[in-house]
């Protein structure tokens, strides 16, 4: 990673992408990179996020890693984090890749990403699988939708402890995905079990994707006094008039201007109007740096 002997001056512009599923192995049949590469022509049929989304040409005709590379440069991304998913029952049509091709990938772009694994907390094995990600192959951290385990939990639900004690321990970082559509009802979008399992686990740091969109006051609310709550609202946010995106930007330039990371979450937008998007929110000049780069440096020890 040269760029991260660079001053801080000199690392002004860069960009580290806190969730990316790119269109890599396993990926390209994963029912999320199939989603977004088959839009549906009538726009009532489409998910909601794909309002006023343009063309990504690294999804079209069944993908293009090497495109996805060049969309990465052109928008000024160095630096990627690989969210694994693995779940009993991955709803909404989404699927499970194995944490082993996550590494090749890390290992196929030297420096270009970093990987979180996809644990079921549930499955047998799953705290050897937590130990052998984080230790023998270097993962960041963990990615978690416990939404989708069977049964369906709660980000504070004592069969995570163990879990999440290993993550401590080991000094890794646990992503929590939590929206509507992560699980059976939108209960499991609310922030208070996050806020619960932060403060029973304060050494260890948590980031949630979609911060708990629709429930953004709350989860403005909680992370304010929970210094290891970051969050990461991703088309939540950047999406053109999505509901509560004011109130989010209002926090993370000011209270949360340390605790708040980009994320594409590509495929559901192109990387390049991703970050455009997100750029032209309205933001202090130090807290869209912060957001953009500073935050999950920090956060991710580079």
């Known amino acids: 990673y040269p760029w991260l002997f660079m001053t801080e001056k000199e690392n002004t512009g860069m960009i580290i992408d806190f969730r990316v599923r790119p269109p890599y192995g396993g990926f390209l049949n994963s029912g999320i990179m199939k989603r977004w590469m088959d839009i549906a022509a009538d726009p009532r049929q489409r998910p909601a996020t794909s309002y006023r989304r ?12 090497p495109l996805f590379m060049k969309e990465m440069d052109e928008a000024g991304i160095r630096t990627a984090v690989v969210m694994g998913r693995r779940n009993a029952r991955p709803g909404d049509g989404f699927s499970n890749q194995k944490n082993d091709e996550l590494k090749d990938l890390s290992e196929h772009y030297p420096g270009r990403f970093l990987c979180f694994a996809g644990i079921d907390p549930l499955e047998t094995g799953a705290a050897e699988e937590v ?10 951290g963990i990615s978690l939708e416990p939404g989708w385990c069977s049964p369906a939990l ?5 069969r995570l402890d163990d879990i999440y004690e290993i993550c401590t321990a080991m000094g890794g970082i646990v992503s929590l995905t939590l929206s509507p559509h ?8 609310r922030p208070d079990a996050v806020q619960r399992a932060c403060r029973r686990h304060p050494a260890l740091n948590f980031v949630v994707m979609h911060a708990c969109w629709p429930f953004f006051a709350d989860i403005i609310g909680a992370a304010m006094f929970t ?4 969050l990461a609202p991703d088309c939540y946010f950047y999406v053109d008039d999505m509901p509560m995106a004011d109130e989010m930007l209002k926090a993370a330039n000011t209270f949360l201007k340390y ?3 980009f994320a ?20 202090h000049d130090d807290s869209l740096e912060l ?9 991710l020890r580079l």
Request: with cysteine; net charge neutral; charged share 20%.
């Open 259 to 261: 605790q708040i990371l």
């Open 227 to 230: 210094p290891n709550l970051y």
């Open 291 to 299: 957001s953009l780069y500073g935050n999950a440096a920090r956060l």
């Open 131 to 140: 130990e052998r990600c984080l230790g023998v192959m270097g993962f960041r």
């Open 264 to 283: 594409s979450s590509y495929p559901v937008r192109g990387l390049t109007q991703s970050v455009a998007d997100w750029k032209r929110r309205g933001w």
């Open 182 to 189: 992560i699980g059976p009802d939108i209960s499991h979008a």
């Open 154 to 158: 709660y980000a504070d639900d004592p």
């Open 54 to 65: 343009e063309s990504v040409p690294s999804l079209e005709n069944g993908g293009s890693m």
